[in-house]
């Protein structure tokens, strides 16, 4: 599958509907629905924008994800149709939407927030889309200056500042109309989408099911077994093709292989050639992972495929401060033999040859 550019994004159309936590006793507390779409300005739309930009772009930690709900009534349909509904419609159906997510909801300690409903343009083809986003407020302040004194008011309510992070999105990209059969969309004609503020933290399974799969019906672990052994094995090709000292190489393995081994609940090509590939080689490499069908968007790690490869290095310590390191992904008793000791000495027999010295 190619890749999907989130650029070029544009907002036609938006409405917001209030979500209410559950009562302590579990008791459904039904959404505060809006009439109205939402008039904005053009510093306000382009905000909006590039907020979402933002989130699902190739530096962030938006991922695609594979719809697993598709039926009649799945979130699925419901924004394959928005994407077409006159505005009347689309009102009312933003209203299900609202609905369906506070149903979701079912442990009080999930916080509401506003649901944001949107539809416009995105990708170099403009494909049309239809989003949703569930930010929960939080507090700051304005500033004011009058005749050089500051002064802070405070905003008891603010969604989507640029430090602020809590907030969800889903996303569903049109990529080639064909009418519903039986008033169901078939769901290969679209591409799905997910940013959870969330999948930032260190362990992936904190991404809010009840939003992703029980609300927008989508699956993000689908193929994230063949993508995280694609990354790592592609990736270390392209290490050991680069033009550089045997130290340098192990030293770039062996970060590959404590970055796929960290907590870190997602992997980048963008983070990892930022973060450890000389800046000479960086274009190159996003170039070659991009070409095997790898997003450039963020990956679940599953390291189901690749565990075995993926083991700390094998190290042999000897009391007068000298080490034999053997790379994790080969047989240590293949390549290493240690021998008997004689006179203070222990003889020790390692397959290869000498290949650089320091």
Do not use: C
């Not at 933002?54 to 009534?73: C, F, M, P």
């Not at 077409?84 to 939407?97: C, L, Q």
């Not at 968007?297 to 042999?316: C, E, F, G, Q, S």
């Amino acid at each position: 599958m190619s890749k999907f550019e989130f650029e070029a994004l544009t907002i036609e159309r938006m409405i917001a509907h209030t979500i209410f936590p559950r009562t302590k006793d579990g008791l459904l507390v039904k959404p505060q629905l809006s009439n109205d779409l939402i008039p904005l300005d053009v510093d306000s739309r382009d905000l909006v924008q590039i907020r979402v930009t933002d989130a699902l772009g190739s530096t962030s930690h938006g991922i695609e994800i594979n719809v697993e709900k598709s039926g009649d009534g799945s979130f699925m349909q419901k924004a394959a149709a928005i994407i077409r509904m006159n505005d009347v419609d689309f009102v009312a159906k933003s209203k299900i939407v609202a609905n369906d997510l506070a149903d979701a909801q079912t442990n009080p300690k999930w916080p509401g927030g506003i649901l944001i409903v949107l539809t416009g343009k995105v990708g170099k083809n403009q494909s049309p889309y239809a989003a949703v986003i569930k930010a929960e407020t939080d507090k700051g302040f304005n500033i004011e200056e009058v005749n050089g004194s500051v002064s802070l008011t405070l905003i008891k309510k603010m969604l989507l500042s640029q430090t602020q992070r809590l907030y969800k999105i889903g996303i569903v990209v049109e990529i080639s109309y064909q009418a519903p059969v039986k008033d169901l969309y078939s769901p290969e004609n679209y591409r799905y989408f997910l940013f959870d503020h969330l999948l930032t933290s260190t362990e992936t399974k904190s991404a809010a099911a009840y939003f992703y799969n029980a609300f927008l019906g989508m699956n993000i672990v689908g193929s994230s077994k063949y993508q995280t052994r694609k990354f790592y094995e592609t990736t270390k090709t392209f290490i050991n093709a680069l033009p550089i000292n045997a130290t340098e190489r192990g030293a770039l393995l062996e970060a590959l292989r404590s970055d796929l081994r960290s907590n870190k609940g997602t992997m980048s090509i963008a983070t990892f050639a930022d973060e450890h590939l000389p800046k000479e080689q960086r274009d190159e490499y996003k170039k070659t992972m991009s070409a095997t069908g790898l997003p450039d968007t963020a990956m679940i790690k599953d390291l189901a495929y690749i565990k075995a490869k993926l083991r700390r290095p094998r190290r042999i310590d000897f009391n007068t401060g000298i080490k034999i390191q053997v790379p994790a992904d080969v047989d240590f008793s293949e390549h290493v033999q240690v021998e008997s000791q004689v006179a203070g000495y222990t003889q020790v027999r390692i397959k290869g040859v000498v290949e650089g010295q320091e």
